[in-house]
């Protein structure tokens, strides 16, 4: 017997936000049992989002109990009983803090889930139960999502149980050497030898047409740069399907990863060597005496992935949080092992003698072709990315890894031990310059290194313990043979880093600055002011496909060529009458839009506070939305498809990766997309600039913005429109500067807000 619970609460933090709804059923595989399910007073006003979110309000919970009253119950409920949820670390976490004493078997149906069916946009509740055509009656509330959750529960015990029965007798193997919580039932399963292994088979790919216009960048001597808006998804498959065996068409890490699963076998597909699992690893891995829980969930993914797999690319490997930390034990680090003796990385590189090549920008900076022609679609991207090739990053974590596998190796070693300590100790030092000198900004608190902190006391400890363990690890030495090369070699790396940030930090050439990741940890961080040369490097050979040329030339001498025509179906208008100081004008005017609309519409809003205010604000007033507030995005995604007289609200980022922007036909664009000007990168790039507002600012302001509106001009069939409700456009200086721009691609038309129709 099982109890799958779930709960509604105020909030996502355990210790400050409280329980609004409990409900939970008791079952077992052949089916469901006793049902318990209330309301809850959480004892104070509930957030507005909340009540968008599950349809609860404070009116609801007037006459309810408090939880206190309610524990005893829920603890008989319970009994001892395994607790089955979506999530359930969540749950319990709340019914801990609430008083409940809970030391029952947890099964988490995300991870079973996450284990067993790979490559989802999404392991929310809701898409699993649509993707398996179960019952979810009424979402985001508590005895439903129970409900559903042992619906999910029960067919992915099923999925367990047909798999291949050698798999299975090999992670029962395997849980043995763990102390997760579903270890004693899945050693208990019994094969289903009726069914067999539903693997995902993935679609044929049809060879495309090539555009005309794509035509010319294959027939244009390079070097060239042409202007063409994204998405580039259609534009790199068609390139790789026409190219020559000796091109290389290189793409975002992102747009890779989106595409690999639809180009042909045929063609070669790319990543940088460390991005692909090693199988030789995997096997070492595998023979570990004792696993983590989250060692083992990430292992588990990767043994049912691999064999459905046609690329070995970890990516495709829905990997979260700690799970992450088993990449770096079973990917192909070209430290240990060389990468063309691994079956993945061998198969990629024989494809690609045979046909053009799609690689991700990184993999392009790494492995420079000698010969053949580039094609590097993304400008703007591969320039950010090269910049951060050539960049420096390291906090405590990635500089103990080699030294703690090391230490598995060789664990009397006393010098591995000093090492270990010693680097602790560095950290400390810089976590201590930190907390005198960072500048206390409440959202990214940074100490940028300049000469006034070079010639304090606690930088030059910093130096002489650099000193002290390079010193040191030529001790190692002695310990070096076959099994330990890789991890000296990585060892080696770090020390080099240190060297680079400490010992040369050349801050007359590099921003260098401490910082924290989002874990709390201290991390220090250096990047160039200009990497031209390294630009150069690229030139000769290679095609660059951008979104705006003039922001993007990297030489004054390259050819450049506009594929890009301006759009005969795109209108752009520009809000004259905005005022910022009246927060209910435009979500008053969205709304009363919105209620005759039946076009399929997205807001664009660049924080979350104002993606909250107007979620809250078009949910009051009984507008259907789909917010990037209430899910992730591949969760937002089929929310939308599902759901057509939703209205879409996202940030820029989330917007630039969704998927469907063509089925837009009214964009809305709350504010200009400026960069924050602290961003790293824009700090280091600005260095250069006489004007950094005008000649970095503006100009990426004005792309992003350009970003955003090309998102749904893609399809010349219909007629689109895109509304600015910034009135900066209109009385700052700037504006003539994006009105200008934003003429090359479409008609622009100054409105006031009363006069924009359907």
């Known amino acids: 017997m099982f109890v799958s619970l779930d709960l509604e609460t105020t909030g996502f933090d355990a210790k400050t936000d409280k329980i609004i709804e409990f409900g939970a059923i008791k079952f077992d595989l052949s089916g469901p049992g006793e049902k318990l399910q209330f309301l809850v007073d959480p004892g104070h006003p509930i957030p507005q989002i909340v009540t968008h979110i599950t349809r609860i309000s404070d009116k609801d919970l007037k006459d309810a109990p408090s939880i206190d009253d309610k524990l005893e119950e829920i603890k008989t409920f319970i009994g001892d009983y395994p607790i089955v949820g979506h999530n359930i670390q969540f749950d319990i976490g709340f019914l801990r803090s609430a008083g409940l004493e809970i030391n029952n078997p947890e099964y988490d149906t995300q991870v079973l889930s996450g284990i067993l069916i790979p490559n989802l946009p999404s392991y929310s509740l809701e898409i699993l139960t649509e993707i398996l055509d179960l019952k979810h009656a009424e979402k985001h509330r508590a005895l439903d999502d129970a409900i559903a959750a042992m619906e999910l529960f029960t067919v992915?015990?099923?999925?367990?149980?047909?798999?291949?029965?050698?798999?299975?007798?090999?992670?029962?193997?395997?849980?043995?050497?763990?102390?997760?919580?579903?270890?004693?039932?899945?050693q208990k399963l019994k094969p289903n030898d009726s069914q067999k292994n539903e693997a995902t088979q993935k679609p044929k790919t049809k060879v495309p047409t090539l555009k005309s216009n794509y035509k010319k960048i294959l027939d244009e001597?390079?070097?060239?740069?042409?202007?063409?808006i994204p998405p580039y998804n259609k534009l790199a498959q068609d390139l790789a399907n026409q190219a020559s065996a000796d091109t290389y068409i290189a793409?975002?890490?992102?747009?890779?990863?989106e595409i690999e699963a639809e180009i042909p076998n045929k063609i070669a597909k790319i990543d940088v060597a460390k991005s692909y699992i090693s199988t030789f690893r995997l096997s070492q891995f595998e023979n570990s005496a004792h696993f983590k829980d989250e060692e083992l969930i990430a292992l588990l993914k990767i043994l049912v992935w691999i064999e459905q797999t046609d690329t070995g690319l970890l990516n495709e490997v829905a990997l979260y949080n700690e799970e992450r930390s088993i990449i770096q034990k079973v990917n192909l680090d070209p430290n240990i092992l060389k990468p063309d003796e691994e079956h993945f990385w061998k198969k990629a590189l024989e494809k690609d003698k045979e046909s053009a090549a799609i690689c991700t920008h990184q993999y392009l900076i790494e492995n420079t072709p000698e010969n053949g022609e580039l094609i590097i679609i993304d400008y703007e991207n591969f320039y950010k990315s090269l910049h951060f090739h050539q960049s420096n990053y390291l906090k405590l974590d990635f500089a103990l890894e080699p030294l703690n596998s090391l230490k598995e190796l060789e664990p009397e070693n006393q010098t591995l031990e000093s090492l270990s300590s010693k680097t602790t100790i560095l950290f400390g030092l810089i976590g201590i310059i930190f907390e005198k000198t960072n500048d206390q900004n409440q959202w990214a608190a940074r100490s940028t290194i300049d000469e006034t902190i070079l010639a304090t006391k606690e930088w030059n400890d910093a130096i002489n313990s650099v000193k002290r363990l390079i010193e040191i690890s030529k001790e190692l030495g002695d310990i070096k043979n076959e099994s330990s090369i890789g991890y000296l070699k990585r060892w080696k790396s770090i020390l080099e880093e240190l060297d680079k940030l400490i010992l040369c930090p050349e801050i007359d050439r590099n921003f260098l600055w401490i910082e924290k990741d989002y874990h709390e940890n201290i991390v220090i961080r250096k990047i160039p002011f200009q990497i031209d040369d390294k630009i150069e490097e690229f030139l000769p050979n290679s095609k660059i496909i951008t979104q705006d040329i003039e922001l993007s030339k990297p030489s004054p001498e390259i050819k450049t060529i506009n594929l890009t025509s301006k759009s005969e179906n795109l209108d752009i208008?520009?809000?004259?009458?905005?005022?910022?100081?009246?927060?209910?004008?435009?979500?008053?005017?969205?709304?009363?839009?919105?209620?005759?609309?039946?076009?399929?519409?997205?807001?664009?809003?660049?924080?979350?506070?104002?993606?909250?205010?107007?979620?809250?604000?078009?949910?009051?007033?009984?507008?259907?939305?789909?917010?990037?507030?209430?899910?992730?995005?591949?969760?937002l995604t089929?929310?939308?498809?599902?759901?057509?007289?939703?209205?879409?609200?996202?940030?820029?980022?989330?917007?630039?990766?969704?998927?469907?922007?063509?089925?837009?036909?009214?964009?809305?664009?709350?504010k200009v997309p400026f960069d924050p000007p602290s961003e790293a990168f824009l700090v280091a790039q600005s260095k250069n600039l006489r004007d950094p507002w005008n000649e970095l600012q503006i100009p990426r302001a004005i792309l992003a913005l350009k970003k955003i509106i090309n998102g749904v001009r893609n399809n010349n069939k219909v007629n689109k429109k895109a509304l600015i409700l910034d009135s900066r456009l209109v009385t700052k200086g700037y504006g003539r500067d994006f009105q200008e721009k934003l003429k090359e691609i479409a008609r622009v038309s100054e409105i006031k807000l009363e006069n924009f129709q359907h």
């Not at 099923?158 to 029962?172: G, T, Y």
Request: glycine share 2%; with cysteine.
């Open 156 to 186: 992915l015990i099923e999925k367990f149980r047909s798999i291949d029965p050698k798999l299975l007798k090999k992670i029962q193997t395997l849980c043995g050497k763990s102390n997760w919580a579903l270890t004693s039932l899945i």
């Open 221 to 228: 001597d390079f070097p060239a740069l042409f202007e063409e």
């Open 251 to 257: 793409v975002s890490k992102n747009l890779f990863q």
């Open 573 to 635: 208008f520009i809000a004259t009458d905005c005022d910022d100081y009246n927060k209910n004008q435009i979500p008053n005017f969205l709304i009363e839009y919105l209620k005759n609309s039946k076009e399929r519409c997205a807001i664009i809003l660049n924080s979350r506070k104002q993606l909250e205010y107007f979620t809250l604000k078009l949910s009051q007033a009984d507008i259907p939305t789909v917010s990037q507030m209430a899910s992730g995005l591949g969760k």
């Open 638 to 670: 089929e929310q939308f498809k599902n759901t057509p007289e939703a209205t879409l609200l996202l940030t820029p980022n989330a917007w630039e990766v969704f998927k469907n922007k063509n089925d837009i036909e009214t964009l809305f664009i709350h």
